[in-house]
């Protein structure tokens, strides 16, 4: 089974500076998606970034950018330019590429983002 | 385009009552839907799996007579708490997608709240 860990329950950082959110998971398959939500205080899941593992690139929209290092199953984001708005708990999840939309997502605990004025 | 509704937003509701939560795709056919709960400051768990017409697929441990789905269209599935106890309490989200030989990406309701009393 999948397993997703994000080891850092909470990270402080000030305006307009550099976070990055830490990510490792598990897993037995070669091609799979990872993902990147966001969940502000409202609860709604919002899509951050996504990397497909067959990719070499890392993805990057806008502020936001991973690390994606597939030999050591490590997946963190980069958020540049923090703004005030991006506060919220993130999390790091994973979907195997073969179920071709069956499988549910394995996420990991969050990380709750505080930006500080 | 790909909304995601879900309702009630907020139940609060006696011991004993069965509750029931739908999710529904507003423009886009689900061919799957999925469950969560969510537990405060916790991750989301995946709860089970449905596909219209067929019989949903529990995760591990939880109970498939106390935590009812149906897909009976392709754009609905409802989820109903039987004889909810307190313990039920928690935040339930549901998401959709589209099966496919590629990816398709769940897309999330606002979720539901539910207090049993």
């Known amino acids: 089974a999948q397993t997703v860990t994000q080891s850092q329950p909470e990270m402080s950082v000030q305006e307009a500076e550099t976070v990055t959110l830490s990510c490792t998971y598990d897993?037995?398959?070669?091609?799979?998606?990872l993902f990147w939500y966001k969940q502000p205080p409202s609860r709604q899941m919002i899509l951050v970034i996504r990397?497909?593992?067959?990719?070499?690139q890392n993805a990057t929209e806008n502020r936001f950018s991973v690390n994606f290092q597939k030999a050591a199953k490590s997946f963190s984001l980069k958020i540049s330019d923090s703004q005030l708005g991006d506060a919220a708990m993130y999390f790091c999840?994973?979907?195997?590429?073969?179920?071709?939309?069956?499988?549910?997502?394995?996420f990991g605990k969050g990380t709750h983002l505080i930006i500080q004025p | 385009g790909a909304v995601v509704s879900q309702h009630p937003s907020r139940v609060i509701c006696k011991s004993g009552t069965s509750v029931k939560i739908e999710c529904r795709s507003l423009?886009?056919?689900?061919?799957?839907m999925f469950w969560y709960r969510q537990f405060p400051k916790k991750s989301l768990m995946l709860m089970a799996t449905?596909?219209?017409?067929?019989?949903?697929?529990?995760e591990q441990g939880v109970e498939k007579d106390k935590f009812l789905i149906n897909h009976a269209s392709l754009t609905l599935s409802t989820l109903t708490v039987t004889s909810a106890h307190p313990e039920d309490s928690s935040f339930y989200i549901c998401?959709?997608?589209?099966?496919?030989?590629?990816?398709?990406?769940?897309?999330f309701g606002d979720g539901t709240r539910l207090s049993i009393l």
């Open positions: 999840a994973y979907i195997p590429y073969s179920g071709g939309g069956a499988d549910g997502l394995t």
């Open positions: 423009d886009f056919q689900a061919t799957t």
């Open positions: 897993t037995s398959e070669s091609d799979y998606y």
């Open positions: 990397q497909e593992a067959y990719k070499q």
């Open positions: 449905s596909n219209e017409g067929s019989k949903a697929t529990y």
């Open positions: 998401s959709a997608t589209q099966q496919g030989a590629a990816y398709q990406p769940q897309h």
